[in-house]
């Protein structure tokens, strides 16, 4: 008789058996991988992506197809080159993996592309193909590449260097007799290399510096800007030489008539131009002016400046400007000015040299093509003193007093600063209304156009 406890393990056994009949019908009826089923079929239309290396070369009459993951170099083109019957050399120096889909194409065009796209240097010498790595490092490499030397026009050879890719800088070299760069590599790298030279090897562009150094003696800084009426005169900020301190009085466009107002206070003794240089400079780089006086001393002495020492027997006073102009395009210029006033007073009770007062400031400003940066409030004090006496009478002690006289002068003078920097054209010129106008101004001819040649009489014609 059957109990309940007997006739439970006996569904479990059973049903147990059942599964693993079942598992095994289903193993017999499921082709393996490879054999005609449909999973061989889709395989032989792609190889099988693994996670190690994949390479599958095929050559028909349509072409040879390639398809390989992080393949070996030199098993690729081997096996490339054995399928396709080509005779090719792969040089040791080779040691890279690459991963390439190509279909459709004879094997010397695949060989090409495979070439150009990883930077290989290769040759073809007598039907034998020849494969090695692109930058040389031994001399198999550099019998497959080229060299070049590309001479920069506008840029320094150091800097055009700077400016390439830092994976080639290490191999590109410098003459700098010729202010070229050198390159040996494949001849596609050479000319990706001649390519961007040419690109950043661009003239930079010329700017015109005109600076006016202006004296005001009795006339104040406000009085001047209205008796010559510039523009937005008195606005903005200002210079104060006391603290240091540079703004801007005024940016703004001269009036046609500035400088024969001034010329007019200059006649009357009310002002002075201390200096009127013309500065031309490339874009980017710096200009200097200096107004003012050297001393020199009978003792050198040791100045530093930038952390270097140097011996000198003269000291600079006066006015130094240091100009900064950029642009990039637009009519606008970007400049940085370094401004510094200096005055030598008494000489030192102890070493016996002059003292030197110095006020400096820096600032950048923005101003558009012939605008003028008006820089003013740099005040100065000077008490002078007038000794005269009658001769031989003027020397009597005492009485010698009746025939001296002395007179003190304190006169206080305001510098104005003006600076208008243009652009000038690729080859050194102002736009040419403006170069018109200065030639009508000082007397000079315009340039004649050369004379329309005769084109010769046709053969056969009458003279």
Not at 220 to 234: M, Q
Not at 403 to 409: A, E, G, Q
Request: with cysteine; hydrophobic share 40%; glycine share 8%.
């Amino acid at each position: 008789m059957l109990t309940k406890r007997s006739v439970l393990p006996a569904m479990l056994l059973a049903a147990a058996m059942a599964i693993l009949c079942w598992s095994a019908a289903l193993a017999e009826e499921t082709p393996p991988a490879g054999t005609d089923g449909s999973a061989a079929a889709k395989s032989g239309d792609q190889p099988a992506k693994t996670a190690g290396n994949t390479l599958d070369i095929e050559v028909a009459d349509g072409g040879v197809r390639v398809y390989a993951i992080n393949a070996d170099a030199h098993e690729l083109f081997t096996e490339l080159a054995e399928k396709a019957d080509l005779q090719l050399v792969v040089d040791d120096t080779v040691k890279r993996k690459l991963t390439v889909n190509l279909s459709g194409k004879t094997a010397r065009e695949a060989i090409d592309y495979i070439v150009s796209a990883y930077g290989f240097s290769f040759a073809e010498v007598e039907g034998v193909l020849l494969i090695s790595e692109g930058i040389p490092k031994n001399p198999s490499s550099y019998l497959l590449s080229s060299i070049d030397s590309i001479t920069a026009k506008y840029v320094q050879a150091p800097q055009a260097k700077s400016l390439l890719p830092v994976f080639l800088q290490d191999h590109v070299k410098i003459n700098p007799g010729q202010n070229a760069v050198v390159l040996s590599a494949p001849r596609a790298v050479l000319d990706k290399f001649t390519d961007d030279i040419r690109k950043f090897d661009q003239p930079a562009a010329q700017i015109t510096l005109d600076v006016l150094v202006v004296e005001l003696t009795d006339t104040k800084l406000d009085e001047f800007a209205a008796s010559i009426n510039w523009a937005h005169a008195g606005k903005g900020a200002f210079t104060d030489s006391l603290l240091g301190l540079m703004g801007f009085d005024s940016i703004t466009n001269l009036p046609p008539d500035f400088f024969v107002k001034l010329a007019a206070l200059v006649s009357a003794g009310k002002a002075r131009v201390r200096a009127n240089p013309h500065i031309a400079t490339v874009s980017g780089q710096s200009a200097s002016v200096f107004i003012g006086q050297q001393k020199f001393l009978s003792t050198p002495v040791t100045l530093t400046g930038q952390g270097d020492y140097e011996t000198s027997n003269s000291i600079d006073a006066g006015v130094r400007l240091a100009m900064w102009p950029l642009t990039g395009g637009q009519g606008e210029i970007i400049i940085g000015i370094d401004q510094e006033i200096s005055t030598l007073s008494a000489l030192d009770p102890t070493t016996g040299l002059p003292n030197k007062t110095t006020r400096s400031a820096q600032t950048t400003v923005r101003v558009k093509d012939g605008q003028t940066i008006v820089i003013g409030g740099l005040k100065q004090e000077e008490t002078r003193a007038h000794r005269s006496r009658i001769p031989i009478l003027g020397d009597i002690p005492i009485l010698g007093q009746m025939f001296r006289s002395k007179r003190v002068d304190t006169v206080t003078t305001d510098l104005a600063i003006f600076i208008t920097p243009r652009i000038l054209t690729l080859t050194g010129h102002r736009p040419p209304d403006e170069e018109k106008a200065l030639m009508e101004h000082f007397g000079v001819p315009p340039p004649s156009s050369p004379p329309a040649q005769t084109p010769p009489p046709a053969e056969g014609s009458k003279q």
